[in-house]
């Protein structure tokens, strides 16, 4: 089987990290090989540079280091992880760099330009098959985060979650502006709806990218 590498993409809240967990487990129900990973991440030295990317208390971040870090965490990942087991089958990733697009260049205001031209020496051209793009209501998906992050004190990851409404609402419409760039490859899934509902879509449209019978 040629490897296919599949993306989930979504503002905070927007439900990804469950949808990609049950996406997960139903493929590999189908006995595909398939590895799930996320960025920033994947890796040991990737998760130590998701920490300082994530830690709320580094408010001094300036925006270009911010770019720089989650392109060094993508080239550690690629190269560890993605590029070794696409040989293979399924990756399957939360996160990708659209995401950086999203939220460096529309969020943050970083030129896009400068983004692309950065993902072309990271990435060296490759790009997910498919990205699936969980749509939600910046004001909806930032209360659900904020509440599950309370509830479980996961603060230690809240430092994009602390950021305005404001910069959730451009990084929606930054990630709905790439996906009417190319509606082939990021499809638009509505996020607002009952997880099954939600779920059984994403199915669908994964399902057709790699041939399964459902
Ligand atoms: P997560 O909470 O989905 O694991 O993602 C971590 C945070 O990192 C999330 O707020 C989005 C942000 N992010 C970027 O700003 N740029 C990127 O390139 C990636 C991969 C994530």
Do not use: W
Not at 28 to 55: A, H, M, N, Q
């Amino acid at each position: 089987m040629k490897g296919k590498f599949i993306t989930l993409e979504g503002i905070e809240g927007s439900g990804k990290s469950t949808q990609i967990a049950l996406l997960a487990n139903y493929l590999k129900s189908l006995g595909l090989p398939l590895v799930l990973t996320r960025e920033p991440g994947g890796t040991p030295i990737g998760d130590e540079i998701r920490k300082i990317l994530l830690d709320p208390a580094n408010t001094t971040l300036d925006p270009r280091a911010e770019l720089l870090l989650y392109a060094a965490s993508r080239a550690q990942h690629l190269k560890e992880i993605i590029m070794p087991h696409l040989e293979k089958g399924v990756v399957l990733c939360d996160r990708f760099a659209d995401a950086t697009l999203a939220y460096q260049g529309y969020g943050r205001g970083l030129d896009i330009d400068l983004i692309r031209r950065l993902d072309a020496i990271v990435c060296a051209g490759l790009r997910p098959d498919l990205t699936i793009l969980l749509d939600i209501d910046a004001a909806t998906g930032v209360e659900r985060a904020r509440g599950r992050n309370n509830s479980r004190g996961l603060d230690r990851e809240a430092r994009f979650e602390n950021e305005a409404i404001a910069f959730h609402e451009r990084v929606r419409q930054g990630y709905l502006t790439l996906a009417r760039a190319e509606p082939d490859r990021i499809r638009i899934v509505e996020a607002s709806r009952p997880m099954d509902a939600i779920q059984a879509e994403i199915r669908k449209i994964v399902a057709k990218e790699l041939r399964i019978q459902e």
